[in-house]
């Protein structure tokens, strides 16, 4: 007989307390983080030494319909630095559309 061997990652978050386990063919990770106000944000492979920034949006919003935080500021983008580069999520805002007779 011969044995099954399951090979798994483990992920962690550095801004909150969240760990997760997944199959080693999961190539990523998100989610909702409490250190970075209820925002989308990667998990991070264990043993990787890295930051997570969410970067506060700066111009002006108008009408736009944008992603924010739990404290309402609206948000533009999620970095994570690490010593080997760096990845960014972006918020685009959303478009709409309206239809008149």
Not at 13 to 38: I, K, M, Q, W, Y
Not at 86 to 97: H, R, Y
Request: charged share 25%; net charge negative; glycine share 6%.
């Amino acid at each position: 007989m011969i044995p099954l061997l399951s090979a798994t990652r483990r992920w962690y978050c550095p801004n909150c307390a969240v760990e997760d386990v997944t199959a080693a063919s999961v190539p990523n990770r998100f989610h909702t983080c409490a250190g970075l106000r209820g925002l989308t944000a990667p998990l991070l492979l264990a043993g990787t030494r890295a930051k997570v920034t969410a970067h506060e949006r700066e111009d002006y919003v108008g009408t736009e319909h944008v992603q924010t935080d739990d404290a309402g500021r609206p948000i533009m983008s999620i970095t994570t630095e690490r010593d080997d580069g760096q990845d960014v999520v972006v918020f685009a805002p959303t478009a709409t559309a309206r239809m008149e007779n």
